[in-house]
């Protein structure tokens, strides 16, 4: 019959003379190791003074690895304080255990501390190291990209049409509805606020030129483009670093094919056809939401507001953002294929590089953005 | 490792009255169309090493799941320490959990910890163990599994495939659990360290009392530790029993299977009646 006594760790000890006795009884397991590393420290202060200690472990019903390990443990503190240490009445399979978990020293694990401004001067020195790094690779990545797709056009053979098809619907056919719904939604606002700012200086229906020019050269690229950084950017890293993690892309390359070939070409050449295309549907969209709050609050219908539309914009006005577009989707698409191969074996890391490429590609077409707009100002365009 | 010739352990007699630790009846389990389990029944007893055999693709590695409840069974009974696992709560089935330890296939590390975290990381959960001693067990752990102390602060992304099999069975071994759970343990070990392996589970059994489902194509091991072997074929368990009741069997699967020309060579290379620990 088991008892509940059988279930706790035992420990007594008793001195004869100059032999400290221990009897230990119970479980040793370590669903209770907090009271069995008590009970062992214990131990070392109970046979102080004594020449020989001995170690019975005769009552013990139930032993695992980690009873096994405190009890060595505990042996050898008593040893190296100079008791002469012995252990009987041990079951076999106990004995095998004790062997098998005898107390060796280990290592502990290094923990250097340094100080907090070292370590912040560090990082930041190697964030600003990284960020060279990066630009120095991006160029190196973009060469090798275009080498990579200037072989695919000119060799027919290697074109990979099937695989382009298959990403331009993921990233292009499949982002339509969200494309065009969040466009509406923007179009409408910036409508919506022109009308209500402009009225004040009874010129509410400039609020239709604001609307064309607003979107057609900054907004519906610029929402484009960071929709499908979030969206498909994310997808392309994730993918490619998954592949690079279980040694698919080594796979690839073992095969002698080229990974920026198979994998990364057809996935920014969809990317690079798909974004104007969205810029197209975006800019639409955007008009029409304008229309439809220019009409509700303003009262302009919509055959007024399409007139009012062509006075206001010229075609240079709705090819401003269209141009943006492929250039748009060439910083999303490298920036996510070089973060997907730089992704290591960690899910962790592959964690990091789908933020940073998320990240990276819209904070750079936020810039480049910036930089078109100087250039077609500087082009009067 | 301690050498087991030369000590003389009693082993757990098998008898009818040994508990049963799983115990799984008319198990049906189906990913759509495709019945991967067609009424399965299978007993694992306590202290008992039983080996899982059947060819690729039969559904071994599916059982073991749906046992540890990560595949939905379709209809059927699984009983873990004689309770029905339909029927716990979430806090018991936790419970049950803590009580078991899996080595997956294909190890299945935590990628972002290193090999001392992983192994920490079930005894990290017991929430009770001193920082100290967890370091120590992890490291003893390590020590166990035949891994160099070198491998503790290394990510499993830098381990070589077989360390990562013995890394992922000292996780599973991290709170000396009753019964443990091994796919394939000694596929890609080089055969030193799966005989140590084998020595290992077999040192585990003798003085932990541990409880092994081991799934297998390593015939090695089936001869060496395995008490029972039990084979699947078609959805089913076609036959369990002992090495020397497998040998006899007249299942043509079996046949080729213990008979075929790996499985002849070892037949004829080690008698199972003198094989080590066995009575
Ligand atoms: N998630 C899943 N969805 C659909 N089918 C699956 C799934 N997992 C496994 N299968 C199918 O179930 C069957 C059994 O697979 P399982 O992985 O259990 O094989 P196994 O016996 O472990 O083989 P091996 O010895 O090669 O490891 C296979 O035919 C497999 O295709
Ligand atoms: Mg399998």
């Given at each position: 019959?088991?008892?509940?006594?059988?279930?706790?760790?035992?420990?007594?000890?008793?001195?004869?003379?100059?032999?400290?006795?221990f009897a230990l009884g119970?479980?040793?397991?370590?669903?209770?190791?907090?009271?069995?590393?008590?009970?062992?420290?214990?131990?070392?202060?109970?046979?102080?003074?004594?020449?020989?200690?001995?170690?019975?472990?005769?009552?013990?019903?139930?032993l695992d690895t980690a009873?096994?390990?405190?009890?060595?443990?505990?042996?050898?503190?008593?040893?190296?304080?100079?008791?002469?240490?012995?252990?009987?009445?041990?079951?076999?399979?106990?004995?095998?255990?004790?062997?098998?978990?005898?107390?060796?020293?280990?290592?502990?694990?290094?923990?250097?501390?340094?100080?907090?401004?070292?370590?912040?001067?560090?990082?930041?020195?190697?964030?600003?190291?990284?960020?060279?790094?990066?630009?120095?690779?991006?160029?190196?990545?973009?060469?090798?990209?275009?080498?990579?797709?200037?072989?695919?056009?000119?060799?027919?053979?290697?074109?990979?049409?099937?695989?382009?098809?298959?990403?331009?619907?993921?990233?292009?056919?499949?982002?339509?509805?969200?494309?065009?719904?969040?466009?509406?939604?923007?179009?409408?606002?910036?409508?919506?606020?022109?009308?209500?700012?402009?009225?004040?200086?009874?010129?509410?229906?400039?609020?239709?030129?604001?609307?064309?020019?607003?979107?057609?050269?900054?907004?519906?690229?610029?929402?484009?483009?960071?929709?499908?950084?979030?969206?498909?950017?994310?997808?392309?890293?994730?993918?490619?670093?998954?592949?690079?993690?279980?040694?698919?892309?080594?796979?690839?390359?073992?095969?002698?094919?080229?990974?920026?070939?198979?994998?990364?070409?057809?996935?920014?050449?969809?990317?690079?056809?798909?974004?104007?295309?969205?810029?197209?549907?975006?800019?639409?969209?955007?008009?029409?939401?304008?229309?439809l709050v220019c009409w509700?609050?303003?009262?302009?219908?919509?055959?007024?507001?399409?007139?009012?539309?062509?006075?206001?914009?010229?075609?240079?006005?709705?090819?401003?953002?269209?141009?943006?577009?492929?250039?748009?989707?060439?910083?999303?698409?490298?920036?996510?294929?070089?973060?997907?191969?730089?992704?290591?074996?960690?899910?962790?890391?592959?964690?990091?590089?789908?933020?940073?490429?998320?990240?990276?590609?819209?904070?750079?077409?936020?810039?480049?953005?910036?930089?078109?707009?100087?250039?077609?100002?500087?082009?009067?365009? | 490792?301690?050498?087991?010739?030369?000590?003389?352990?009693?082993?757990?007699?098998?008898?009818?009255?040994?508990?049963?630790?799983?115990?799984?009846?008319?198990?049906?389990?189906?990913?759509?169309?495709?019945?991967?389990?067609?009424?399965?029944?299978?007993?694992?007893?306590?202290?008992?090493?039983?080996?899982?055999?059947?060819?690729?693709?039969?559904?071994?590695?599916?059982?073991?799941?749906?046992?540890?409840?990560?595949?939905?069974?379709?209809?059927?009974?699984?009983?873990?320490?004689?309770?029905?696992?339909?029927?716990?709560?979430?806090?018991?089935?936790?419970?049950?959990?803590?009580?078991?330890?899996?080595?997956?296939?294909?190890?299945?590390?935590?990628?972002?910890?290193?090999?001392?975290?992983?192994?920490?990381?079930?005894?990290?959960?017991?929430?009770?163990?001193?920082?100290?001693?967890?370091?120590?067990?992890?490291?003893?752990?390590?020590?166990?599994?035949?891994?160099?102390?070198?491998?503790?602060?290394?990510?499993?992304?830098?381990?070589?495939?077989?360390?990562?099999?013995?890394?992922?069975?000292?996780?599973?071994?991290?709170?000396?659990?009753?019964?443990?759970?091994?796919?394939?343990?000694?596929?890609?070990?080089?055969?030193?360290?799966?005989?140590?392996?084998?020595?290992?589970?077999?040192?585990?059994?003798?003085?932990?009392?541990?409880?092994?489902?081991?799934?297998?194509?390593?015939?090695?091991?089936?001869?060496?530790?395995?008490?029972?072997?039990?084979?699947?074929?078609?959805?089913?368990?076609?036959?369990?029993?002992?090495?020397?009741?497998?040998?006899?069997?007249?299942?043509?699967?079996?046949?080729?299977?213990?008979?075929?020309?790996?499985?002849?060579?070892?037949?004829?290379?080690?008698?199972?009646?003198?094989?080590?620990?066995?009575?």
């Open positions: 019959m088991a008892t509940d006594l059988d279930h706790t760790a035992r420990l007594s000890s008793r001195r004869e003379g100059e032999t400290a006795r119970g479980e040793w397991v370590l669903a209770d190791s907090a009271a069995l590393e008590k009970d062992a420290a214990g131990m070392a202060a109970a046979a102080r003074g004594s020449a020989r200690a001995i170690v019975d472990l005769a009552q013990i019903v139930r009873g096994a390990w405190v009890i060595g443990r505990a042996m050898d503190e008593l040893a190296r304080a100079g008791v002469v240490v012995s252990m009987e009445g041990a079951r076999p399979e106990h004995a095998i255990l004790l062997q098998e978990a005898k107390f060796r020293p280990f290592e502990a694990p290094s923990r250097c501390r340094r100080l907090l401004v070292i370590d912040i001067l560090a990082d930041l020195g190697s964030s600003v190291v990284s960020a060279a790094r990066d630009a120095y690779n991006g160029i190196g990545f973009l060469g090798e990209f275009v080498a990579a797709a200037g072989a695919a056009l000119l060799a027919a053979g290697r074109f990979r049409l099937t695989s382009l098809v298959y990403h331009m619907e993921s990233f292009g056919f499949r982002s339509l509805p969200i494309i065009a719904l969040i466009n509406l939604l923007v179009g409408a606002i910036v409508a919506q606020q022109g009308i209500f700012q402009l009225r004040r200086f009874g010129a509410g229906s400039y609020a239709v030129d604001l609307i064309g020019i607003l979107v057609l050269r900054e907004l519906g690229v610029l929402l484009t483009s960071i929709m499908i950084a979030g969206r498909s950017g994310s997808a392309i890293t994730a993918e490619l670093g998954s592949m690079k993690m279980r040694e698919e892309v080594d796979a690839l390359r073992v095969m002698g094919l080229s990974p920026i070939e198979v994998l990364v070409t057809p996935r920014i050449l969809a990317l690079v056809l798909s974004l104007p295309l969205l810029t197209f549907v975006a800019d639409m969209s955007a008009l029409f939401g304008g229309l509700v609050y303003e009262g302009i219908s919509p055959a007024g507001y399409l007139s009012l539309l062509q006075a206001a914009i010229g075609r240079n006005t709705f090819f401003v953002g269209l141009i943006k577009a492929p250039f748009m989707a060439l910083i999303i698409g490298l920036v996510a294929a070089m973060e997907g191969m730089a992704t290591r074996g960690s899910a962790e890391s592959l964690g990091r590089h789908v933020t940073a490429s998320v990240v990276k590609a819209i904070f750079m077409v936020i810039v480049v953005d910036g930089f078109f707009a100087i250039f077609f100002a500087a082009i009067k365009y | 490792m301690t050498d087991l010739a030369s000590q003389t352990i009693e082993k757990p007699q098998p008898s009818a009255a040994r508990e049963t630790v799983i115990r799984v009846r008319d198990l049906v389990v189906a990913f759509g169309q495709t019945l991967v389990m067609r009424g399965l029944d299978l007993d694992v007893y306590r202290g008992e090493v039983l080996g899982f055999v059947g060819g690729s693709g039969q559904g071994k590695s599916v059982l073991m799941r749906t046992i540890l409840g990560l595949v939905e069974k379709r209809s059927g009974l699984i009983e873990l320490f004689g309770q029905d696992r339909d029927r716990l709560s979430s806090a018991e089935r936790r419970r049950v959990e803590r009580r078991w330890g899996v080595l997956f296939q294909n190890g299945a590390l935590f990628s972002s910890l290193t090999v001392r975290q992983n192994i920490q990381m079930p005894m990290r959960e017991a929430r009770h163990i001193s920082a100290r001693l967890m370091d120590e067990l992890a490291m003893l752990k390590l020590e166990l599994v035949g891994l160099p102390a070198s491998a503790a602060d290394k990510f499993p992304a830098e381990l070589s495939g077989g360390m990562i099999k013995r890394a992922a069975l000292a996780r599973a071994l991290a709170l000396d659990p009753e019964l443990v759970f091994l796919d394939e343990p000694t596929s890609g070990l080089d055969p030193i360290g799966a005989a140590e392996f084998d020595e290992l589970i077999a040192t585990l059994q003798h003085t932990l009392g541990l409880t092994v489902f081991m799934v297998t194509h390593d015939l090695d091991s089936l001869y060496s530790i395995c008490d029972r072997i039990a084979a699947l074929a078609e959805g089913k368990v076609i036959a369990t029993g002992t090495m020397e009741e497998m040998l006899a069997c007249e299942h043509p699967w079996l046949q080729a299977y213990f008979h075929g020309v790996r499985g002849a060579r070892l037949a004829g290379a080690r008698k199972p009646n003198d094989m080590r620990g066995r009575e």
